[in-house]
């Protein structure tokens, strides 16, 4: 079964600050088709990054995705009040399309 | 722009069935596969079904496979879910998401609300 484990499930950072949120997946990721989506409250995803590292129409700069395989990570350099949400990431190369369970980054 | 707008979500009982819809507006949707994702209150995202641009490749997940169907009319633009068999845990909301060649979901919409409630 394929699972796709983010940690931490909460990150607690204050604007400004640089944040780490990891993605690892039980198998490896073909081709790396691993994705990045953002959540705020009552909102729909919103997608960030594909292809691990590819950044999507319109996304920030500050936004980076990296790694390969099984080890996947998404960082933002210098945190904006409005960067604060959830965030998951997703395998689309394949069914079934799982998503982590999603990390929660909350102001300090 | 793209536009996806879910439609038939309410209140149902266990054991019965419902029908959602997603309207497709802005880009040509018979070029590109769909899926349904699902979010219970409170819970991440849960990846439900995808159907390929022409309707001939349909995946599920275990959860909803031989209870939930989804279908498409390209001609109308339309994308469908079809739950039967309904049960607590299906009670969500429902998002329909865009998926483009080489791409992840990359256009959602605002999702309708399922509650599965006796």
């Known amino acids: 079964e394929f699972v796709l484990t983010q940690s931490p499930d909460t990150l607690s950072l204050s604007p400004g600050e640089r944040a780490t949120l990891s993605c690892r997946a039980s198998?490896?990721?073909?081709?790396?088709?691993l994705g990045w989506y953002q959540q705020k409250l009552g909102q729909a995803p919103r997608l960030l990054i594909y292809?691990?590292?590819t950044r999507a129409t319109g996304v920030p700069d500050r936004f980076s995705g990296s790694g390969s395989g099984t080890d996947f990570t998404l960082t933002i350099s210098r945190l904006e009040p409005e960067d604060f949400a959830v965030y998951y990431c997703?395998?689309?190369?394949?069914?079934?399309?799982?998503f982590g369970q999603g990390t929660r980054l909350e102001i300090k | 722009q793209v536009h996806l707008v879910e439609s038939g979500g309410g209140v149902v009982q266990p054991g019965t069935s419902l029908r959602l819809s997603c309207a497709a507006s802005?880009?040509?949707?018979?070029?590109?596969?769909m899926h349904w994702v699902r979010q219970a209150p409170g819970k991440g995202l849960d990846w439900v079904a995808v159907?390929?641009?022409?309707?001939?490749?349909?995946y599920y997940a275990d959860s909803v496979k031989g209870r939930f169907t989804i279908s498409r009319d390209n001609a109308k633009k339309m994308l469908f879910l079809q739950m039967n068999s309904l049960t607590t845990e299906d009670t969500a909301v429902y998002f329909c998401?865009?998926?483009?060649?080489?791409?992840?979901?990359?256009?959602w919409g605002q999702g309708t609300l399922v509650t599965v409630s006796s």
């Open positions: 998401a865009r998926w483009s060649p080489l791409l992840p979901l990359d256009y």
């Open positions: 802005g880009f040509t949707f018979s070029t590109v596969g």
């Open positions: 159907i390929s641009y022409d309707g001939n490749n349909k």
């Open positions: 198998q490896s990721v073909g081709s790396n088709y």
């Open positions: 292809g691990a590292s």
């Open positions: 997703q395998r689309y190369g394949a069914s079934p399309y799982i």
